[in-house]
C-alpha cells in the first residue's frame, strides 16, 4: 500500500541520519553510508513506479455535465448574472427546454429573494469540484467533458477535458450524443462507468463511491417511489423532508434524470436508442406506482424498462440551482439523510424483489 512504501522509501535516510550521528559522535568514519544511499535512492524510485502502475490501473470514469446555457432575454431573468462574468459551467442549467416568461420570472424568485435559496448555498461548479470530480478521484481516474448547445466562447476550467457543443430536443438526447462524441473523441479510452450530471446541481455530501456499485444496473435517485424498503430521504429528487415514502399507492419507482451513473456496459442502453439484448426482458407490473406525464421522469422510466435497464436507488444529497421549481429552497432544509417509511408496512420489498416482479 501507499503508506507502507512511503515508510520503505523514508527508512534508509533515517538510519543514514542516525548512522552519520552516531559516527560524528564517535569519530569513526562513514564508510558504511554508499550502500545506504544507494538502498535508499533505489526504493524512491521502486515507489514512484509502483504509485505509477497504481495510477495507470485506475478504473477510468468519464464525468458528463449536460445541459444549455441560460438565455437572459427576459429583464427579471438579466438579474440572475452574477457582477463577474460566469464561467461556462455557471452559465448552464439543466433544464432543456426554453423558459416562458412566467417561468423566468418563477425563477427569478427563486434565485433572488430572501426566503428561497438559501445564501449559504455553494456555486454548482465549486460543490461539483469539491463533492463530485474530488471523491471520484480517489479511487478513479477521472476525466470530465461538457455537452452543451452553445459554448458561446465562455471561459471553461482547467479541470474539463473537452467542451461539445451541439443541439439536441432533450437532456436524455443530448446525454446519448454526448456518449457517442466522448467515444469518438477517445476511441482508445476505456471508461468503467459515465456519470451523467446537471451542471447547475449542488452537491451537499460526497458522491457514492463508485466501487460498490454493481455494473449491472443504472444508479438513479427516485422522482418518487413507494412500497420499497431501505432507502432514504437521500434517495428523493423531490419531497426532500420526506419521512414516508412519495408515490402513493403501489409498489415501484420514477426514475430521476438529474444525477445518473451507468456502466460502460449499460450507458449506450442507458440513453438508448436500442435494448440490451444481452439482458432479458422486464416490463412494469400490475401495482405499479402511478407515472404520470407528461413528466421527463416518467419518459426516462419507460425507456429504461423498455431498453432492459434495472434501477438501483442512488444515495445523494443535493439540488438543481436553476431549475424554476425552486428545488433548493426546499432541499437546503433537510440535508441530513432519514429513513423512508413504507406507507403500507404489508406491502413492502426489497429492490431485490422489485426487480423479480418485473422479469
Same mark, same amino acid.
Given at each position: 500500500s501507499r503508506p507502507l512504501l512511503d515508510i520503505l522509501a523514508l527508512l534508509p535516510f533515517l538510519l543514514e541520519g542516525l548512522l552519520s550521528f552516531c559516527n560524528e559522535a564517535s569519530g569513526k568514519s562513514s564508510a558504511v553510508m554508499p550502500p545506504l544511499f544507494t538502498a535508499s535512492f533505489a526504493l524512491f524510485w521502486a515507489r514512484a513506479a509502483c504509485l505509477k502502475s497504481i495510477q495507470d490501473i485506475k478504473e477510468k470514469v468519464a464525468v458528463m455535465i449536460v445541459g444549455q446555457t441560460m438565455h437572459y432575454e427576459h429583464g427579471m431573468f438579466a438579474a440572475l448574472k452574477h457582477g463577474n462574468a460566469p464561467n461556462l459551467i455557471q452559465s448552464m442549467t439543466g433544464d432543456e427546454q426554453e423558459l416562458t416568461t412566467k417561468q423566468a420570472h418563477t425563477a427569478f424568485q427563486f434565485r433572488l429573494l430572501s426566503h428561497s435559496n438559501?445564501? $449559504? &448555498? *455553494? $456555486?454548482?461548479?465549486e460543490s461539483a469540484k469539491l463533492h463530485l470530480l474530488k471523491p471520484l478521484s480517489l479511487n478513479h481516474t477521472v476525466d470530465t467533458y461538457v455537452c452543451v448547445n452553445d459554448a458561446g466562447g465562455k471561459d471553461?476550467?482547467?479541470? /474539463? @477535458?473537452?467542451v461539445f457543443a451541439f443541439q439536441a430536443q432533450s437532456q436524455i438526447e443530448r446525454s446519448r450524443l454526448c456518449v457517442q462524441r466522448i467515444k469518438a473523441a477517445r476511441p482508445d479510452t476505456k471508461y468503467s462507468w459515465y456519470v451523467k450530471v446537471r451542471p447547475d446541481f449542488v452537491y451537499f455530501h460526497d458522491f457514492p463511491d463508485l466501487s460498490t456499485y454493481d455494473p449491472g444496473y443504472v444508479y438513479t435517485r427516485f422522482r418518487s417511489v413507494s412500497g420499497i424498503s431501505g432507502l432514504t430521504s437521500h434517495s428523493l429528487s423531490w419531497d426532500y423532508c420526506s419521512k414516508e415514502e412519495t408515490g402513493g399507492s403501489g409498489i415501484g419507482y420514477m426514475n430521476d434524470d438529474m444525477v445518473v451513473a451507468a456502466s460502460s456496459r449499460l450507458i449506450d442502453h442507458v440513453f438508448g436508442p436500442e435494448p440490451a439484448g444481452f439482458l432479458p426482458n422486464i416490463a412494469i407490473p400490475t401495482g405499479w406506482i402511478a407515472l404520470p406525464l407528461p413528466y421527463y421522469e416518467t419518459l426516462f422510466t419507460y425507456e429504461l424498462v423498455q431498453r432492459r435497464v434495472l434501477t438501483m436507488p442512488m444515495q445523494l444529497s443535493g439540488c438543481p440551482l436553476n431549475s424554476p421549481v425552486g428545488h433548493?429552497? /426546499?432541499? @437546503?432544509?433537510?440535508?441530513?439523510?432519514?429513513? &423512508?417509511v413504507c406507507k403500507d408496512s404489508q406491502h413492502c420489498v426489497t429492490m431485490r424483489e422489485v426487480?423479480? @416482479? *418485473?422479469?
Amino acid at each position: 500500500s501507499r503508506p507502507l512504501l512511503d515508510i520503505l522509501a523514508l527508512l534508509p535516510f533515517l538510519l543514514e541520519g542516525l548512522l552519520s550521528f552516531c559516527n560524528e559522535a564517535s569519530g569513526k568514519s562513514s564508510a558504511v553510508m554508499p550502500p545506504l544511499f544507494t538502498a535508499s535512492f533505489a526504493l524512491f524510485w521502486a515507489r514512484a513506479a509502483c504509485l505509477k502502475s497504481i495510477q495507470d490501473i485506475k478504473e477510468k470514469v468519464a464525468v458528463m455535465i449536460v445541459g444549455q446555457t441560460m438565455h437572459y432575454e427576459h429583464g427579471m431573468f438579466a438579474a440572475l448574472k452574477h457582477g463577474n462574468a460566469p464561467n461556462l459551467i455557471q452559465s448552464m442549467t439543466g433544464d432543456e427546454q426554453e423558459l416562458t416568461t412566467k417561468q423566468a420570472h418563477t425563477a427569478f424568485q427563486f434565485r433572488l429573494l430572501s426566503h428561497s435559496n438559501p445564501p $449559504d &448555498l *455553494m $456555486d454548482p461548479w465549486e460543490s461539483a469540484k469539491l463533492h463530485l470530480l474530488k471523491p471520484l478521484s480517489l479511487n478513479h481516474t477521472v476525466d470530465t467533458y461538457v455537452c452543451v448547445n452553445d459554448a458561446g466562447g465562455k471561459d471553461v476550467p482547467p479541470e /474539463i @477535458s473537452k467542451v461539445f457543443a451541439f443541439q439536441a430536443q432533450s437532456q436524455i438526447e443530448r446525454s446519448r450524443l454526448c456518449v457517442q462524441r466522448i467515444k469518438a473523441a477517445r476511441p482508445d479510452t476505456k471508461y468503467s462507468w459515465y456519470v451523467k450530471v446537471r451542471p447547475d446541481f449542488v452537491y451537499f455530501h460526497d458522491f457514492p463511491d463508485l466501487s460498490t456499485y454493481d455494473p449491472g444496473y443504472v444508479y438513479t435517485r427516485f422522482r418518487s417511489v413507494s412500497g420499497i424498503s431501505g432507502l432514504t430521504s437521500h434517495s428523493l429528487s423531490w419531497d426532500y423532508c420526506s419521512k414516508e415514502e412519495t408515490g402513493g399507492s403501489g409498489i415501484g419507482y420514477m426514475n430521476d434524470d438529474m444525477v445518473v451513473a451507468a456502466s460502460s456496459r449499460l450507458i449506450d442502453h442507458v440513453f438508448g436508442p436500442e435494448p440490451a439484448g444481452f439482458l432479458p426482458n422486464i416490463a412494469i407490473p400490475t401495482g405499479w406506482i402511478a407515472l404520470p406525464l407528461p413528466y421527463y421522469e416518467t419518459l426516462f422510466t419507460y425507456e429504461l424498462v423498455q431498453r432492459r435497464v434495472l434501477t438501483m436507488p442512488m444515495q445523494l444529497s443535493g439540488c438543481p440551482l436553476n431549475s424554476p421549481v425552486g428545488h433548493c429552497a /426546499i432541499a @437546503s432544509t433537510c440535508k441530513e439523510a432519514s429513513p &423512508l417509511v413504507c406507507k403500507d408496512s404489508q406491502h413492502c420489498v426489497t429492490m431485490r424483489e422489485v426487480h423479480q @416482479s *418485473m422479469r
